[in-house]
C-alpha cells in the first residue's frame, strides 16, 4: 500500500512538474518581445534586471522537469548512466537559476518582505542542492538522497505557488500577483520543505527499525 502511494505521489509530481514547466517556457519568448501571460509586476522585474530574472524564468524549468525522473528507483537501476547525467543537468540548472533567482530576489515585485522571502529560498536551494552534488561525488548516497530531495522541494515551490494563486484570488481576495507574493515568497516552499523532512525521518525510522529487527530474526 505504501508504495502504491509513493509510487502515485511521484508521478503525480512529475505530471504537475511537467505542465509548469512547460507553461514557464514562455519566457523564453520575451526577448523578442512577445509576453505571453506574463503578469504585470513580473514584467516589470524583467524589465528592470532582465538578465537576472530571464535567467531564473528560462532556466529553472530545466530542473523543474528533469527531477522527478531522478527520484524513481527502476529508472536509476535500469539506466545509472543517464540518471548521473540528468543529475549533472539538474545540479547545473539549479546553481545557474538559483544565481540568477539571488540576483533578482532584491527586486521582487513584491517588495522587501517578498525580497527576503524568494533570496532566502534561493540561498537554500543552492545549498541543498551542492551539498548533494558534493555527496554524491564522495560516494555519500545516502546523504545525496537526502540533500536532493530538499533540494527538489525547492525547485517543486514553482509549482506549489502557481497552486496557491487561484485560492488566493478566490478566498483571500488578492488583487494581484504582487500584492499575493509577499506570501507566496515564503508558502511556496516552506511547506515542501516541511513535508520532505517528514518523510526523510519517516524512511530512517523505518529503516532503523528494520536493522533492529533483522537480527532477532536471525
Not at 509576453?35 to 529553472?60: F, N, S, Y
Not at 525547492?154 to 505557488?161: K, N
Request: charged fraction near 10%; include cysteine.
Amino acid at each position: 500500500m505504501e508504495n502504491g502511494i509513493v509510487r502515485f505521489g511521484r508521478y503525480t509530481l512529475a505530471f504537475l512538474a511537467a505542465g509548469v514547466g512547460l507553461y514557464a517556457l514562455r519566457y523564453a519568448a520575451v526577448p523578442a518581445n512577445i509576453w505571453l501571460g506574463v503578469d504585470q509586476g513580473i514584467r516589470g522585474v524583467i524589465e528592470k534586471v532582465p538578465l537576472q530574472a530571464l535567467t531564473h524564468m528560462i532556466v529553472a524549468p530545466v530542473a523543474l522537469l528533469t527531477g522527478p525522473w531522478q527520484f524513481i528507483p527502476q529508472l536509476r537501476a535500469r539506466w545509472p548512466r543517464l540518471h548521473r547525467w540528468t543529475g549533472r543537468l539538474y545540479v547545473v540548472a539549479c546553481v545557474v537559476a538559483g544565481v540568477a533567482a539571488l540576483a533578482t530576489a532584491p527586486f521582487a515585485s513584491g517588495g522587501p518582505v517578498a525580497g527576503l522571502g524568494f533570496g532566502t529560498l534561493a540561498v537554500l536551494w543552492l545549498w541543498t542542492t551542492i551539498s548533494g552534488w558534493r555527496a554524491a561525488v564522495n560516494r555519500k548516497f545516502e546523504q545525496h538522497r537526502i540533500w536532493m530531495r530538499f533540494s527538489y522541494a525547492m525547485t517543486f515551490g514553482a509549482v506549489t505557488l502557481r497552486l496557491q494563486i487561484p485560492p488566493g484570488f478566490i478566498f483571500f481576495h488578492f488583487h494581484s500577483y504582487s500584492e499575493m507574493s509577499v506570501w507566496l515568497a515564503y508558502t511556496a516552499w516552506i511547506p515542501n520543505v516541511i513535508v520532505v523532512a517528514i518523510y526523510s525521518w519517516l524512511l530512517a525510522w523505518r529503516k532503523r527499525g528494520d536493522t533492529v529487527r533483522t537480527p532477532q530474526a536471525a
